[in-house]
């Protein structure tokens, strides 16, 4: 693929920035709880920002997604800021979720994003749903569902997969295969032909590399388009890889994967170093184009971080808020 | 005598069943190598081997449901759910297949599984993994649910639960998986519906379940200080429950406090109370209080979380209201 026109430059160095965006939250918040400033339960998703980029830039923000425990990548891609992010993963006020559902439920309303999900699986109905919705009211959004290969052991994709089908919802299914769930690799998890799932309830699914974001983009360009034609569901398996470890305190790991398979991931299938590199093959951006983004990222990720660090928590009051909603 | 962590008190009794009966054997997500996410397991899958001590995909209503069949033919599987949240996810093969087996063949199926599980907010977890949801099951008949509050309790009622040929859930505080105490080295079974009186007093009974016992002991201690003395009594069972014991405590005390980490509404605070007053009625002093967790999904925000969970403070305040004769000031 090349730089056609100003447009596309503008759209590939977006691309960048965003994958860019997502690796600084994700150093940021894996400082913070290293220093003991944010407490709880934190999954990182560095090394799978092409397949969060790659899909979200084919979205609008009326499209709808539903997102994972690992979902600050999801949140980051599909238009949230910063600093409304980093309030939430320390619990304050000012986060999009007034502190309240933390970094396995963060959720950004107005760009469509429904949340993170701490059961693995659990927003399969969600975005299925969500999808329902679009055909019932004649809109065109397009709802994406993204989860592990650890959520394919979920009766609950199946039930779903199998109505989304039988409908023709706008749903797409997108598998982020990153070989573990947790501490386990996908082959003793998922038996069989990872693909086959979907298309057994006739579901048309694509399996591509997960750390080539123009190849992700391009993909999903079209299947959105075609979604939002009435041709969907469709079923997306991505393969990446996490760079961390299943959440911020899983740092000894050679029990169930190798130093050397990580540095392998890290050191030559790095979706950021790849996609800047084509940039500057096909005369994008120059290195020192893409350090300014660079630099720019990390003092937008610096600055939300001291932002949230000093934002107030919630007022005490509102522990009983929100269990009901208001009826309108 | 020597002692253990909570953790490894589970380890032993489960090392210990495994190598009295062959036909036990444990089945969840990350037991093996991993020794689950919480290390309670770790080192079995060494002696045991994969065969018994087997990692399953993430597919606890699947797993639950292969438990269930593998136990009404000849097994006594132990299954591990990571977290006592993922409790909603199995609720159809625990209530509507495992429970009902012995009842609805006449007595001649049985299903002998252990499900052990955790509870328990203050880990900055949020409302999908914080959740103590004890009280569900405790409704279903056909099930047994033993909630240890100790790593002497936790050894001795989980040796009990894998003997036992029904369904048990056994729900272990996840906030006490380090916490140690004495256990003996020479083999012990604690049987189920059998109270545990763990002080003596005078002046009111405290009746906490797992997480609350410690909350219990320690508003007792300082009650003490004022001259007020707390009898704290922990079920180690809620289901059977060991009615005589409670009720012959606040007999003598004449006034009750239930504490216990479930939602405070439709729980297990509101069961215990009202077996209290149809029983203990014209002995009481006070009317029974139920402290329980505050009746909202458990929020991420430090500050909030810490509201929604019973406090050593909390139950001193209430317990010195209803000696005092003053409750009505502060409810
Ligand atoms: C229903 C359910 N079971 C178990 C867990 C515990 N758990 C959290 S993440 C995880 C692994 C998920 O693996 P995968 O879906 O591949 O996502 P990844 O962590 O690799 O992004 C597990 C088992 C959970 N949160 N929900
Ligand atoms: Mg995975």
């Not at chain 1, 997604?65 to 949140?75: F, K, V």
């Not at chain 1, 891609?77 to 007034?98: D, I, Q, S, T």
């Not at chain 2, 900055?124 to 993994?129: D, L």
């Amino acid at each position: 693929m090349a730089a056609e026109n100003k447009d596309d430059c503008e759209s590939y160095l977006h691309i960048y920035s965003q994958m860019r965006r997502i690796r600084a939250f994700e150093d940021n918040a894996n400082q913070l709880y290293l220093s003991g400033k944010m407490q709880g339960l934190t999954h990182m998703s560095s090394g799978q920002e092409a397949a969060e980029v790659g899909i979200c830039e084919a979205l609008e923000s009326t499209d709808y997604i539903t997102s994972t425990h690992r979902g600050h990548g999801h949140c980051v891609a599909k238009g949230a800021h910063f600093r409304e992010m980093f309030c939430e993963l320390l619990g304050k006020v000012e986060g999009y979720c007034r502190g309240k559902g933390g970094s396995m439920h963060i959720a950004d309303q107005d760009n469509g994003n429904l949340g993170a999900n701490a059961i693995v699986g659990g927003s399969a109905g969600i975005a299925t749903g969500a999808a329902l919705t679009s055909k019932l009211l004649g809109k065109k959004d397009v709802a994406v569902c993204f989860f592990g290969d650890g959520a394919l052991g979920q009766g609950l994709l199946y039930e779903v997969m199998n109505m989304a089908s039988l409908w023709s919802l706008p749903a797409i299914y997108v598998c982020e295969n990153n070989l573990y769930g947790e501490y386990t690799h996908v082959s003793e998890m998922a038996a069989g032909d990872l693909c086959a799932r979907a298309t057994a309830f006739g579901i048309e699914a694509h399996e591509l590399d997960g750390q080539d974001v123009l190849a992700v983009k391009s993909l999903a360009d079209d299947l959105v388009a075609r979604a939002r034609a009435g041709e969907g569901p469709f079923f997306v398996l991505l393969n990446t890889y996490r760079y961390h470890g299943h959440h911020v305190g899983d740092i000894n790991r050679t029990y169930y994967r190798s130093k050397e398979e990580e540095s392998d991931w890290k050191d030559n299938r790095d979706p950021i170093a790849l996609f800047g590199t084509w940039l500057r093959k096909q005369k994008i951006a120059t290195e020192k184009e893409l350090e300014a983004i660079d630099e720019q990222v990390q003092a937008d990720a610096k600055a939300a971080v001291e932002y949230a660090l000093e934002a107030s928590y919630p007022d005490l009051s509102e522990v009983d808020m929100h269990v009901y909603a208001a009826n309108a | 005598m020597r002692e253990i962590t909570l953790s490894q008190a589970v380890n032993e009794a489960i090392a210990e069943e495994m190598r009295r009966d062959p036909t036990t054997f444990v089945l969840g997500e990350d037991v093996a190598e991993a020794g689950t996410p919480f290390k309670v397991l770790s080192g079995l899958v060494e002696e045991f081997g994969t065969d018994r001590i087997i990692d399953t995909p993430i597919s606890e209503p699947g797993f639950t449901g292969i438990a269930v069949g593998a136990a009404m033919t000849g097994t006594r599987p132990i299954i591990d759910l990571m977290f006592g949240d993922f409790l909603f996810l199995v609720m159809d093969q625990l209530c509507n297949q495992a429970a009902k087996q012995s009842y609805m063949s006449g007595g001649k199926l049985k299903v002998p599984l252990t499900l052990r599980t955790n509870l328990g907010a203050t880990r900055r977890s949020a409302a999908q993994h914080s959740q103590s949801l004890h009280a569900l099951v405790c409704h279903i008949p056909g099930l047994k649910v033993a909630m240890p509050s100790s790593a002497y309790e936790a050894k001795g009622l989980m040796k009990t639960a894998i003997r036992d040929d029904n369904p048990v859930v056994i729900i272990e505080d996840k906030l006490m998986y380090q916490e140690k105490a004495a256990v003996p080295e020479e083999e012990y079974l604690i049987p189920f519906g059998e109270a545990a009186v763990l002080r003596k007093g005078r002046d009111i009974t405290l009746i906490a379940t797992s997480s609350m016992v410690q909350v219990a002991l320690k508003a007792a201690e300082t009650l003490a200080a004022d001259g007020i003395e707390a009898e704290v009594i922990d079920p180690r069972t809620l289901v059977p429950l060991d009615e005589d014991t409670l009720i012959t405590s606040v007999r003598k005390t004449s006034r009750a406090m239930v504490i216990d980490e479930g939602h405070q509404n439709y729980g297990i605070t509101g069961e215990i109370a009202s077996r209290i007053a149809d029983k203990a009625f014209y002995y009481l002093d006070a009317p029974v209080q139920r402290v329980g967790a505050m009746d909202v999904p458990v929020p991420f925000s430090p500050v909030l979380e810490d509201l929604t969970v019973p406090t050593v403070d909390a139950v001193v305040e209430r317990v010195r209201a209803v000696v005092e004769g003053r409750l009505h000031d502060v409810a």
